[in-house]
């Protein structure tokens, strides 16, 4: 009997079942409990999350969508395993959207934003200073989707949203890189005087200046893992 990873959903939810599917199955792929290129099956996942095969399909459909899976034919699913050109094209498209919605944000925030913004902006410090990496990530989240809000472009917000979604499994490798996170509360710190000061240009470039930032140690954390995985093989 394999061993049980997923945890079954909650029935009692006022989110539609489909919905809790997907987001259990998006987020097992995003945390590492379903690895890069192992296929998934069906009948399995149905029987760890509680629930019948229909919802499952319908949710790989749109895992697939979203760029987590990849469906090979006569042989099913698989988590999808990014190279480093997939993932500089994600950072390469949301460097550009993410520069946009800072420059709309500049122009548009209110005043009840620019506070909350601040207020990130001291508990991302807190985070940091305590070694919360896991308030550090949902702090760090909320400062970019604050930004977003105030850029007043829903569709914007959610087609950055998306593409984020589709590296944040690599978040923590991320977050493990000497001073990036201090690195990234500077950034953020000068983004948010940007929008402060209602300079769009600024912020914009500041932005974009963040998001490649962020990809460059990403590859680099990626290229030192991945070395020390062929050293490993090499040596066994």
């Known amino acids: 009997m394999p061993e049980r990873r997923l945890t079954p959903v909650n029935l009692d939810s006022y989110k539609p079942l489909r919905e809790l599917v997907l987001d259990a199955i998006r987020s097992a792929i995003m945390d590492g409990t379903l690895q890069p290129r192992e296929r998934l099956m069906e009948i399995q996942m149905a029987e760890e999350l ?14 697939e969508l ?11 699913a698989y988590v999808s395993d990014l190279s480093f050109k997939d993932i500089a094209d994600v950072f ?10 800072a420059g709309l944000a500049a122009e548009r925030i209110t005043e ?7 207020r990130l902006l001291v508990e991302k410090r807190e985070a940091i200073t305590n070694d919360d990496i896991k308030r550090l990530v949902e702090v760090d989240t909320s400062f970019h989707e604050l930004m977003y809000k105030a ?10 949203s998306n593409l984020r979604e589709q590296i944040q499994r690599f978040r923590l490798t991320s977050l493990s ?12 710190k000068k983004i948010a005087e940007a929008i402060q000061s209602r300079d769009a ?5 500041l932005a974009q200046d963040h998001i490649e930032n962020a990809e460059n140690i990403l590859i680099e954390c ?13 040596s066994e």
Do not use: D, W
Not at 50 to 63: F, M, N, Q, W
Not at 92 to 101: D, K, P, S, V
């Open 201 to 205: 240009q600024v912020a914009r470039q």
């Open 151 to 160: 850029s007043r472009n829903e569709r914007l917000g959610t087609i950055i």
């Open 66 to 76: 979203e760029g987590f899976i990849v469906m090979v034919p006569r042989k099913g």
């Open 92 to 101: 390469e498209i949301r460097a550009a959207l993410e520069g946009l919605a």
């Open 50 to 63: 509680g629930v019948s095969r229909t919802p499952i399909r319908e949710a790989l459909r749109k895992l």
């Open 177 to 188: 890189y000497p001073g990036r996170n201090k690195e990234s509360l500077e950034e953020h």
């Open 222 to 234: 990626l290229k030192i893992e991945y070395s020390k995985k062929e050293g490993l093989s090499s």
């Open 112 to 118: 009840e934003e620019l506070e909350e913004m601040e």
